[in-house]
C-alpha cells in the first residue's frame, strides 16, 4: 500500500525557520517525483515545487523559487519543504503528493504568528 | 491566478447532472499531458475522483467520469446527491512550468 506520512503541525513566530517531512512507503521512492502543494485557509490548491529523489532534481513554481526549499532523502525515502524564515503570510495546510498514482499526504498545518 | 481555468461554482439539484470544465493551453492539457480530478469538502484532504484523464480509484462511483479534449478537460457527475457538495479540482503537468498545475477551484452546490 502507498502511504506518504508528514510530521506534524508546526506552530511558529515571524523570522523563525522550519522544516516538514514527507515520508514514503510502499512504492519506489526515489524513482517517482514528489511535490509540495500548498492550501492557503479558504483558497485553492498551489503547486510549489517537485523533486526527483533519485538525482535530487528540482522544479519550483515561479511564485515560490527562493522561498522554499526542497530536498528528499532517498536513503529514508523521506521528502522536505523547509524556510529559512517564516511569515504570517506562510500560514496554511502542506500538502505533499506523487504525480503517479496521484497519492497525498495527510498534510502539514502550518502556523505563524507572533 | 491560475494556470488551468475553472468556473467558479455549479450548482444542480439531487439526480441531475453537473459537468465542470477545466481549460488549459497547448504546454499542458492540449500537449497531452495527463489530467487528475480531486474532490475536497472543506478541512479534508483533496480525495481523488479521477485519474489519467478517465480512470476512477477503487471506491469512487461510477456517477463520476472524465473526459479530455484538446485544451480541455470535463468531470461529469450524474445523479447528483447532497454528499457532493464540495470543491472541485483539476490537476496537469506544464512543459512551461516543468511542474504541476492546478483549476482554482470549483464548488458544487446541491440545491
Known amino acids: 500500500e502507498v502511504q506518504l506520512v508528514q510530521s506534524g503541525a508546526e506552530v511558529k513566530k515571524p523570522g523563525e525557520s522550519l522544516k516538514i517531512s514527507c515520508k514514503g512507503s510502499?512504492?519506489?521512492?526515489?524513482?517517482?517525483?514528489i511535490g509540495w502543494v500548498r492550501q492557503m485557509p479558504g483558497r485553492g490548491l498551489e503547486w510549489m515545487g517537485i523533486i526527483f529523489p533519485g538525482d535530487s532534481d528540482t522544479r519550483y513554481s515561479p511564485s515560490f523559487q527562493g522561498q522554499v526549499t526542497i530536498s528528499a532523502d532517498k536513503s529514508i525515502n523521506t521528502a522536505y519543504l523547509q524556510w529559512s524564515s517564516l511569515k504570517a503570510s506562510d500560514t496554511a495546510m502542506y500538502y505533499c503528493a506523487t504525480w503517479f498514482g496521484p497519492y497525498w499526504g495527510q498534510g502539514t498545518l502550518v502556523t505563524v504568528s507572533s | 491566478q491560475s494556470v488551468l481555468t475553472q468556473s467558479p461554482s455549479v450548482s444542480g439539484a439531487p439526480g441531475q447532472r453537473v459537468t465542470i470544465s477545466c481549460t488549459g493551453s497547448?504546454?499542458?492539457?492540449?500537449?497531452?499531458?495527463?489530467v487528475h480530478w480531486y474532490q475536497q469538502i472543506p478541512g479534508t484532504v483533496p480525495k481523488l475522483l479521477i485519474y489519467?484523464?478517465?480512470n476512477r480509484p477503487s471506491g469512487v462511483p461510477d456517477r463520476f467520469s472524465g473526459s479530455k479534449s484538446g485544451t480541455s478537460a470535463s468531470l461529469a457527475i450524474t445523479g447528483l446527491q447532497a454528499e457532493d457538495e464540495a470543491d472541485y479540482y483539476c490537476?496537469?503537468?506544464?512543459?512551461?512550468?516543468?511542474?504541476?498545475?492546478f483549476g482554482g477551484g470549483t464548488k458544487l452546490t446541491v440545491l
Open positions: 489519467g484523464n478517465r
Open positions: 490537476q496537469s503537468y506544464d512543459s512551461s512550468l516543468n511542474g504541476w498545475v
Open positions: 497547448s504546454s499542458n492539457i492540449g500537449a497531452g499531458y495527463d
Open positions: 510502499g512504492y519506489s521512492f526515489a524513482t517517482n517525483w
